[in-house]
């Protein structure tokens, strides 16, 4: 792919991106939590119950980039205190999105893996800054973008020293209404051909729909995705920001119980060279 | 969904849809065959392969919609005559497409089931022409149509007596270029929930990706969707048209062990109300 | 452009088609009506007003393709009777849309031009029926489809023998929601620089809003457009479909006048190459 | 429209943003130059030349947002101070990109306009920042935006306490090849009917051809548009970025006149309401 070097395929055969332990890309990565950090027994609440039901990372955002200027932004650094409050308890590694370059130092002190939203996928200073940072990045694709542009957006992390880059696919936008977006799951054959990092799947974000996101996460596990990220709230009629769209922890627990079986069926398969 | 009646959910719990004794809806459907027949050597012998390989019916074009007059059209009744042999020698139903209203009463004594191509999807004379015959149809997304306009079309077929539509997703128009369409999977567990017809995912046309076919195909098993539509030739490179995204024999019949293999899997899980 | 031959610009400079004197492509042609034919009063009162604002053809559907079976489907034959009568008291050539092959033939007895919508732009069947036609098509551009495939469309007509296809740019799908579709007003020039054939833009059901229409008419006057399609209601609150984007007379009439002095101001400005 | 104060129609009739004594939505703005700052020659002898042919703003790239980290990024500071010497020798007003919200307040010091690119339209912590500057700020329309997103980006500038934006749609992102992006000049209307705020066109990033920029510079005046941006290059296939689409100044001239000789016709127009 056209400009591609350090992401490129063809310089390495696989990444594996190392979170406290987990390696994204040989383990499977669940990574669950609150689309926003609105409270400290929220937060710790779901992490235990996101940790209890087999999550290998907590997600929650303390900014959160919202349409409208008069709409929830986030908790900021009183959010982050409650993640790392969080880490401590349950021991799960915290993925936190970061939406400005002068924040990245600080909030990288609390965060495992910065994460980049999909609106800001070609902010190009933030890109670099993140490539400067020691943390790993999950770079989310823009709701606009093609696969070669997500690419180009990882190389800009790649060529500031950062190799650390997950890359996860949250639904782009068509002219479907039914869906929030539309999920591009053949993204995943698709990077795993193109570049060595490790890809996950939005099944929340790109669905928008509680219905849809159980299917959706297996069907991710079929396709060779080597993760997920999925929103639990501890009481989703409750949450300031997608509401509709959050699993409860009961309803995670289970879709949990099903990944993990059909996960470990298909890793017993023998292998074969088009996976 | 507005306007549906009989497709609606509300009116059925789930439809199996009968071909030659296939249950699609209770059993996988695998629909395999080149895209368009061109000679009684390449049908026949793409047709044993697919039978070996374990795909219950077959798939062929006699009349093909091809953006520009001057590409090859079909074979027409000749080619029609050629899957009837097909069909006798090797026991498989025959899908195909018929694309004019006139023809329908006369390419339904041949077809098995009657395809209705995605540039056709809201073509209203041919929908009311197949709803009068005795015919199961397949009736394809349009690549530009939402979930609720497709549905109204199974209603037209469904309105005018015939009760037997499987739907097929095939991908739909966006502005990603790697992939030919964009396979939209979420509407496996989306139209499931919004009718009670049976669902199928052509992996072909959608990726128009060779190496994307397999993942996509395990993907749609876990998704829940009740059968694929594949093309296979028996030697690609010679395809009259869409050569480079046919798998061969071999491929198909690995393709097709995976697949029984995943299925059978996931029959033997305890059923759960979100599938 | 690949595959194009007869409708390619290097075949002929220009291309006037000729409706009942009115030479579209060096006349400008301003086709108004109802999106529907609901009663002889309508039709009449309706085809009186638009020829004193200065429209000289008339447009109204007989034969409605709907997306529900549900809905209002035309009036038929007896809407084409309708048609009739308004040409014969008002001198107006009518624009009329079919939807089936088995109907060219008689549509063509009571139309002056023959309307391909844009769900059946790529209906090949009924293409090479109005193909072999002697009336001029008006074939709108499929709301999904790229300007390539749309001059294929062109061929198919070209190629059965009829010279005279006039171009309808109507909108096509996109992810925005304020308007109906997103009217694509660089189809007018692009469209110039690839084939000889006439292009008129359908400031209607692109935008779906009122508004929007009078803006859009003088844009697409100014782009070069050779002619434009109108929605006009005597009542448009009561129209059977589209209630909410007919202009009414006195709009219209208002719009045409501003048309025409825009119009004959840019006809007397020098020629330049670009245009 | 929902959630909009401060950029909503129903605060202001109209505003006009004044920059350098021109009034933008009052006077209209035909800002040009070159997609980026090359070199202190290629700058001076654009900007006199859009000077001479009528231009009322220089533009120009310091900052390059590219795909590619690899791809020429913009001069920087250089260009910045190559910008100030634009401006000193021809007088025009300086628009030019800002990309980082660390940059927003030195730049603010050389540019006249501080332009946010489609990319960023969405960067939340720019657009405080650019609404904190006293610049006006031009805001690109995101090419997957839709006018609600957009206006509600505008409104993160207006409740920093900055009233000066003007809105610029560059096209947007479709299935269409033959042109870069589809212009949505139906923007123009509807913006005007959703806010006070002034609308420019760009049609060069839009169409992304030479031929197609004149005819829909003329549409944009003629749909109401408040001005315009246009690619100049004084040697355009020596350009370091775009260089098939920039306009050579004798080409730019030429537009110039048609432009000024539609614009002060339609200017003469009795006035209307629904313009």
């Not at 200027?69 to 790392?84: H, V």
């Not at 993204?187 to 990092?197: D, F, N, R, Y």
């Not at 596990?221 to 990220?229: C, K, R, S």
Request: charged letters at 25%; one cysteine or more; proline letters at 5%.
């Amino acid at each position: 792919m056209k400009n591609l070097k350090l992401a490129s395929r063809e310089t390495h055969e696989r990444t594996a991106v190392t979170v406290a332990g987990i390696e994204v890309g040989r383990n499977f990565a669940v990574i669950a939590g609150p689309c926003s950090v609105e409270s400290e027994e929220q937060v710790l609440e779901t992490a235990r119950a996101v940790k209890a039901a087999g999550a290998n990372m907590f997600r929650g955002g303390a900014f959160k980039p919202r349409t409208s200027p008069y709409a929830f932004q986030g908790l900021g650094m009183r959010g982050l205190r409650i993640l790392a409050k969080a880490r401590q308890e349950t021991g799960l590694p915290i993925v936190t999105e970061v939406i400005d370059p002068r924040d990245v130092c600080w909030v990288a002190e609390f965060a495992d893996v910065l994460q980049i939203g999909t609106r800001n996928m070609q902010n190009f200073s933030l890109l670099k800054e993140v490539g400067k940072s020691n943390r790993p990045v999950l770079l989310k694709r823009g709701m606009y973008s093609t696969l070669e542009e997500w690419l180009n957006c990882a190389e800009y992390i790649l060529s500031e020293g950062n190799p650390d880059v997950i890359l996860c696919e949250r639904g782009i936008r068509t002219f479907e209404t039914y869906t929030r977006n539309t999920l591009d799951l053949s993204a995943v054959p698709a990077i795993k051909e193109l570049t060595h990092l490790p890809i996950i799947i939005d099944p929340t974000h790109s669905t928008g729909r509680i219905s849809l996101i159980g299917p959706m996460s297996l069907a991710a596990v079929a396709a060779g995705a080597d993760g997920l990220i999925i929103e639990v709230h501890h009481n989703p009629s409750e949450a300031l920001c997608d509401a509709d769209q959050a699993l409860t922890p009961d309803t995670f627990a289970d879709l949990m119980s099903r990944l993990r079986t059909l996960k470990s069926f298909l890793d017993q398969q023998p292998c074969r060279g088009d996976r």
